[in-house]
């Protein structure tokens, strides 16, 4: 599998991969209720529902890089997210850390692996315990597994804090008393404090009004610097997205549609879905445009298209791609994407 | 001349609370014409969707509009009685929410929703009432509208409910639609397809729009005119391009400057320092002043609404006059 990776941009090259996922797919299944228990019973076709979540997903992501994952709602990207979190476990594929399987890993390696990995949520709102006190939100889990010790504890938290744009002066509060922006400061410094190389950032700046997305969005870009962080950029925003990443591996209903470096993808498009992301993309530059709008709703996961997922709101789609799933295919050095008309070309 | 579609005039909705007065709308004037978008922008608690429920006379107590006129057609919905407004609400004057959910009864079908607004304003049968309600799902890009009419909300996806909101609202072809954030909580390409209708929509039946968002992208390719609101206060005004272009108050420039797509990939992005003030206790004098990178001394007296081009206004008394790169 790894063979067909494409070679990653000249100066991450010799960097080895921190993650790298083989073919993983994660299903999730309706359980049958009652009634629908008695039906099958009964020799009526019932069957449970599965949704193909992610399906068949290769990828690698070098030390000091950052991936965005681009896709809309119900694409799979915060699944893939979490798996590579190791929250998740696969359905069917692996998850490699360093080049070792993550949940092969021993009980002392695999906290390491958690430890070393963290996640940045969405909703500032919900994943903060709104009964600690800011102290212990950030303090805990560094004094659990032995990272600072007792007495050292209230400096460590003062510098994680203020490394996060927080007046340590606040820890007292809880979160209640703070403001979105703020919030996700703490989020922050909680993932911080536990030395992670890798952060994953779910939507992390989604619920955040424009002037402070900019200040996250900066703090992000300060702290890959100072610690020489790895991140996992997880968000629908293509602005954003352009913004911070090297790589971006763009998804559509569970598959991975195009993957290449940010630049490429922003300047040479190569998947259909990918150019009509970027045609419908609201620029602040276009000036009274004609919105025309991607033909469709987005298929349900459920009952996902045959062939290439994409096909039915396609305006390239031809009879193969009603049939056979395409391929992810090299199209240029490091830009790879699935699609059949790259073989007719 | 006929006066235009709407026009607010120092409009002031406050919230009488517990903790204190909150003026969430303070001295807010602008105008629609027929058939022309208006982008209210702002960030959250800027003031911009209660400025939207105080023209549909939907503020709840402890709020109330306490000053100005809102003139519709030259009417004053202001001091219109709820009897009144309730023949214009919904008829003449029409809403969209974030939330279709909230336009929406869960319980009730499509097609019992749809007559029952066509019936509250027109006289007309049943039939002729069912047949609007499927030629509206229609004009919306909803396919087989017929049998989409026996559906329930639920059995819809969040783009298709949205469609359906806005299909009820444009039941009577209102003069004026006032839409609250109706693309945020939508995909990218599915929010292409609503700003499409919508721009259709004011070409085709010359309905006035105001198009209340926090995201000065969406509003760059579809308003005529943007007015953006800051701590309650329209902080500048004026068509889109010169406000996007040359931006006169200082918030403008730092909004339009935070925007990812506006800077050099990599580079930080130009940030605004602080964070929004509480509407409860505003300082006097401008409320941006304390982010503000020009405030100086003078900026504690509230700063005059000024016109300082032709058609373009800001709250600001010392704004960038040269065009600055944001």
Redesign the interface.
Known sequence: MSETLAPPPPALQEAPPIIELRGVSRRFATSLDFAAKLARRLGLPVREEVVHAVDGVDLSIRKGEVVGLVGESGCGKSTLGRMVAGILPPSAGSVLWWGRDLHGLSGAEARQAKLRTQMIFQDPYASLNPRLKVAEIVGEAPQYHGLVRRGGLDAYVDEQLRRAGLDPTLKRRYPHQFSGGQRQRIGIARALAVQPDFLICDEAVAALDVSIQAQILNLFMKLRRELDLTYLFISHDLGVVEHLSDRVVIMYLGRVVEEAPAEEVFQRPNHPYTRALLAEVPRIEARKRAFSGVKGEIPSPLNPPPGCHFHPRCPHAFERCRIERPALREVAPGHRSACHLNDAA | MSPPTLQVRNLKTHFFTRAGVVRAVDDVSFTVESGKVLGLVG??GSGKSVTGFSILGLVDPPGRVTGGSILFKGQDLATLSEAAMRRLRGNRIAMIFQDPMMTLNPVLRIDTQMIETVLAHAKVSREEARQRARDALGQVGIPSPEERLHAYPHQF????RQRVAIAIALLHKPDLIVADEPTTAL??????????EA?KLCAESGTALIWIT?????V???A?DIAVMYAGKVVEQGP??DV?DAPLHPYTV??????????H??E??????G??PSLLNLPAGCAFRARCPRAEARCAEPPPFAEYRPGRFARCIHPYQEAVAA
């Open positions: 960030e959250s996806s969040g783009g298709m995909d990218v390409t599915i929010q292409g397809q609503i700003l499409a721009q926090h995201d000065l992208s969406v760059a390719g579809l005529d889109v391009v996007l730092g909004l339009i400057g935070s925007v990812p797509s506006r800077n990939r990599g930080p992005l130009r940030q605004i320092p964070m929004t």
